[in-house]
């Protein structure tokens, strides 16, 4: 009898095992999704967008908004199917104020995401920072005429939160 517990335990164990396999792109950007967040597929992963509205304009402060969603981030890439992926934070500004203080801004952000992801229990040594400042912008700063794009700017200021591509293999 004991031997028979044995090897069902063993037959499970093993299932169950085989059963774990990895999160592709699409399964990530599917859950993400599902949380409300904005994503993209790029060649190095998947790009998980925080919008201007986690942030207060010129300030580098999670929102309370912010906070709840990356406690949901952390639930993704903390389950099994993620843990074989690494996670760089990049901060972005919009093109207002001098190109040095939007550099330190945007470090000063993404170093605020990355101290929340820790914060919610981030398994693993898996975590890069770095700021551009208004390097790679998304939208135009200035409308076409050259006048102020206050929507243009408000998309450029964000984190980007990549999921990498595991280093063996491309999704």
């Known amino acids: 009898m004991r031997i028979s517990k044995l090897l069902i335990t063993f037959t499970l164990?093993?299932?169950?095992a085989g059963c774990v396999?990895?999160?592709?792109?699409?399964?990530?950007?599917?859950?993400?999704?599902?949380?409300?967040?904005?994503?993209?597929?790029t060649e190095r992963g998947v790009?998980?967008?925080?919008p201007e509205v986690f942030f207060e304009f010129g300030k580098y402060d999670l929102t309370p908004a912010a906070k709840e969603k990356i406690s949901l981030i952390t639930t993704?890439?903390?389950?099994?199917?993620?843990?074989n992926r690494s996670i760089a934070i990049e901060g972005h500004t919009?093109?207002?104020?001098?190109?040095?203080?939007n550099l330190t801004l945007s470090t000063q952000r993404a170093k605020t995401?990355?101290?929340?992801?820790?914060?919610?229990e981030l398994l693993g040594e898996r975590i890069s920072t770095r700021g551009y400042?208004?390097?790679?912008?998304?939208?135009?700063?200035?409308?076409?005429?050259?006048?102020?794009?206050?929507?243009?700017?408000?998309?450029?200021?964000?984190?980007?939160?990549i999921v990498e591509n595991p280093s063996s293999e491309s999704n």
């Open 13 to 16: 164990i093993s299932v169950i």
């Open 21 to 41: 396999t990895t999160y592709t792109n699409d399964d990530l950007m599917g859950v993400f999704k599902s949380q409300g967040l904005v994503t993209e597929e």
């Open 47 to 50: 790009v998980v967008f925080l």
């Open 76 to 83: 993704v890439i903390n389950d099994p199917r993620a843990l």
């Open 94 to 101: 919009d093109s207002v104020g001098n190109e040095a203080a």
């Open 113 to 120: 995401v990355e101290q929340a992801l820790a914060a919610s």
């Open 133 to 161: 400042g208004e390097k790679y912008p998304i939208s135009p700063n200035t409308n076409v005429d050259g006048s102020d794009n206050p929507e243009g700017r408000a998309k450029n200021r964000r984190v980007e939160i």
